[in-house]
């Protein structure tokens, strides 16, 4: 058969995944955001990005690392009245049914499901109030290459990991069996999800055999890999962030409008 043959109205694409053969996984991770062009300044002068248009608007940017798309940011926190924070997002083939798992094991739904071509997408939070988001539809352009590379990692800190991974997993088909699910393997007292054999999102509560701590408020915290933590972390203060903690090998930043995020050296992943 032709490969340039017309497939739906449209040239068909081998290069183009969709949360239909990749699914369970973190797909993305995108920052909503109040202001879009100071949001690019900063980020540019601490990580390095470079930017293009997205396919869902002119509030839409995607970060560059190498070439690669690293992140997308969302300039709607006004417009939806929504927190300014990093989301990651998680593939699933169909986002009416992972919505209606989340509410039936005691998530909410804040956003969606919305359409947003090529896709639909929506912002959960899960039992204990941490804020996730799901996409259904084809991935970001070149999304091969962003697996390959890593250059963003997620772990969710919680009050109980072992409970979270039985939330997430029911929604998600997390060790379900199906071909091609992210598998959960226990480490350290930590949750470890696996996707294609690597690691791609821990779960954590603290110490082993310790019991859930109220005081810790469950996030999902999304960590990027830099060769200079500490470049990034002065860069940040220079431009209007803040340094919430820092070692030799990782530091947590807030950007200007209050966005959580972790760099990490690479040696340290």
Partial sequence: MNDKAPVSGGPRRRDVVSTHSVFGAPCWVSLTSRDLEATQDFYSAVLGWRWRGAKLGEHFRIALADGVPVAGIAAVAAMWQMAVAWTPYFAVPDADVAVARARERGGTAAVGPLSFPPGRAALLADRDGATFGIWQGELVSNWEAWRR???????????????????????????????????????????????????????????????????????????????????????????????????????????????QFTVTSHRAR
């Fill in 149 to 259: 590379a890593s250059p963003t990692f997620i772990r969710l800190h919680t009050r109980d990991a072992f409970d979270s991974a039985i939330f997430y997993g029911e929604i998600l088909d997390w060790a379900s069996g199906l071909a091609g699910c992210c598998e959960v393997d226990y480490e350290g007292g930590e949750v470890v999800l696996r996707s294609q054999g690597e690691p791609v999102a821990r779960i954590d509560s603290g110490a082993v055999e310790a019991a859930p701590d109220p005081s810790v408020r469950p996030h999902w915290q999304v960590h990027f890999a830099v060769a200079d933590v500490a470049g990034c972390a002065r860069a940040a203060e220079k431009h209007g962030g803040s340094v919430l903690s820092e070692d030799e090998d990782e530091a947590i930043l807030r950007d200007p409008d209050g966005a």
